[in-house]
Each structure stands twice: as C-alpha cells, then as structure tokens.
C-alpha cells in the first residue's frame, strides 16, 4: 500500500468499553474510522473528537447492528465517505444473564441477535468489496464463554461460540481473496459490562484469575490492532484469548 494511500477501519460498538479502546488504537495506527453505536451519542461524539486528534478522520452512527439494512447502509456511507473499508472490528455486544431454567426468550433473541447476527450483518456487508479489493482483515469480539461455556449466560455462550464457527467458516471461504478473518476471546476486562456485577461475583472471578487482575480495553484493543496490520499478514481462523489465565 502506497504511504499516503489512507487506510479505512470500521468498529462497531465502538462508543464504550473495549469497541472504544478499539477506535483509539487504530485512530493512532493511522486508520481513518467509523465507527457505530446503539443509543450513547454523547460518548460517541465525545470519542470522534478523542481519536480525531490522531490526524485521522473518524466518524460515528447510531447503528442497531441487528438491523440488516442499517448495517449495509452504514458500510455504504462509511465507503463513500472515508475509502472502501480495510479492517472490520465487530465489538457490539450484550449480556442477559439468567440460568437456562429461568431465561425468558426475549433474553435468548437479544442477545444472539445483537451478538451473533450482528456480527453476520457487518461481515456480509463489509466482504464483497474486500474480496474485490483482493484484501481485508476481519476482527470478530468473541468471550472465553464461547469457548469454555459460563453457567447463566447460555444465551450469550452460545452466541459467542457461533461467532467462532462463523469467522472459521468465513476465514476457509475467503481467504483466496487475501481476507483474513480472526476472533478474539477476552476473559474478564474492566469495562461498563463487568461494572454491573456485584462486589461478590467479581472476587470470585478474580480468585480465579491467575494474574490477579481484569484485563484492560486498551490491552484487548492492542491484540485488535496487532491483527489488523500486516505484522499478522499469515493469521487466519484463530481465536485469541486474552484472559489473565483465567481458562488455565
Ligand atoms: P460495553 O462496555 O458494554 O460496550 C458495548 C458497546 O456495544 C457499546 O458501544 C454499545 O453502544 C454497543 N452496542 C450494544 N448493543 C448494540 C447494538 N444493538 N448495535 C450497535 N451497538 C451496540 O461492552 P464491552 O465490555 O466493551 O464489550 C465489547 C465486546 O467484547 C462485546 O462483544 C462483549 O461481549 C465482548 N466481551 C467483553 C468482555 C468483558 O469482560 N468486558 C469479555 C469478553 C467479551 P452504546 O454505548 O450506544 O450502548
């Protein structure tokens, strides 16, 4: 790539949390962002000024990524006004916790349709013009539950095992075209989804973490960035866990 052609990165959910750290990270690599949300715009436009100080330009939407065609729209527009689109990072995402017993099955469909259809939407939105382009990284947020399973997020483990199925899948299907695809699977990070459990569940769970510590947004975002450039050029169908050990 030319060094002054400009690079295009994509992030959703990136008003909070590890989507945020994802934006700044890639806004200081240089990218030109876009990145969406779902009802926090005050955060949003706050963080457009925040990353836009990296040089680069940087732009956000209230996107629903459950939505189809709000998704498509957003690519589109994303295209048309920063340049076709490099890098995909799909960090939208939600939890309804409940034992399987008491779930309710509106809890189910929030959370597979926020979590595991919206990241379908952002990738069959972003992969046709990638694949014309003849490159692409995809960087989908998974969790440890989606690989090891968390009693009382049924819902939300299976949402995120599905997103490894999916990016394996997506990884095998395009990886002729110079399209990577690669998750991510964070344990325990200090973001607004962990601040919501109690004092007791957040001991118990750093107990069970051998560095005794969460994660930060910032360190998961650094491993996003590290697949997003060409540092992983010979990555592909790999989930990363970024945990502490917890799963040791
Ligand atoms: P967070 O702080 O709660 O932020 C969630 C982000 O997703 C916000 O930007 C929110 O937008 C956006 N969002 C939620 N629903 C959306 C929708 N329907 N459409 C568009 N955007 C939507 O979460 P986080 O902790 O950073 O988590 C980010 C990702 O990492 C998630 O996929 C999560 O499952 C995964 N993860 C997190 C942890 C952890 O310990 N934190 C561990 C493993 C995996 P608004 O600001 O507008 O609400």
Redesign the pocket.
């Known amino acids: 790539m030319a060094e002054n052609e400009s690079r295009v990165a994509l992030v959703?959910?990136?008003?909070?949390?590890?989507?945020?750290?994802s934006v700044l990270t890639l806004a200081r690599d240089g990218f030109d962002v876009s990145f969406?949300?779902?009802?926090?715009?005050e955060?949003?436009l706050s963080l457009e000024k925040e990353a836009q100080e990296f040089g680069v330009r940087v732009i956000s939407r209230?996107?629903?990524?459950?939505d189809a065609e709000l998704v498509r729209a957003f690519v589109a527009e994303t295209e048309e006004t920063l340049a076709p689109i490099d890098v995909a990072v799909?960090?939208?995402?939600?939890?309804r916790d409940n034992p399987l017993l008491l779930m309710k099955d509106e809890e189910w469909h929030q959370v597979l349709?926020?979590?595991l259809d919206?990241v379908y939407n952002v990738c069959r939105s972003v992969v046709f013009s990638m694949m014309k382009r003849k490159s692409g990284a995809i960087i989908n947020?998974?969790?440890?539950?989606g690989v090891y399973g968390n009693p009382t997020q049924s819902n939300?483990s299976a949402s995120?095992a599905g997103i490894i199925g999916f990016s394996r899948a997506l990884a095998k299907e395009v990886g002729g075209y110079g399209i990577r695809a690669n998750v991510v699977?964070?344990?325990?990070?200090?973001?607004?989804?962990?601040s919501v459990l109690s004092g007791g569940a957040k001991e118990k769970a750093l107990a069970a973490v051998p560095l005794r510590r969460?994660?930060r947004?910032d360190e998961?975002a650094e491993l996003v960035s590290y697949l997003a450039s060409d540092k992983a050029g010979y990555i592909t169908g790999s989930v990363f866990q970024i945990d502490g050990g917890i799963t040791l």
């Not at 959703?12 to 750290?21: C, D, E, P």
């Open positions: 959703t959910g990136g008003s909070r949390g590890i989507g945020r750290a969406c949300y779902q009802s926090n715009e955060a949003a209230k996107v629903d990524v459950r799909t960090a939208a995402g939600i939890t349709d926020v979590n919206g947020i998974s969790s440890v539950a939300y995120k699977a964070p344990g325990f990070i200090d973001t607004d989804m962990t969460l994660g947004a998961v």
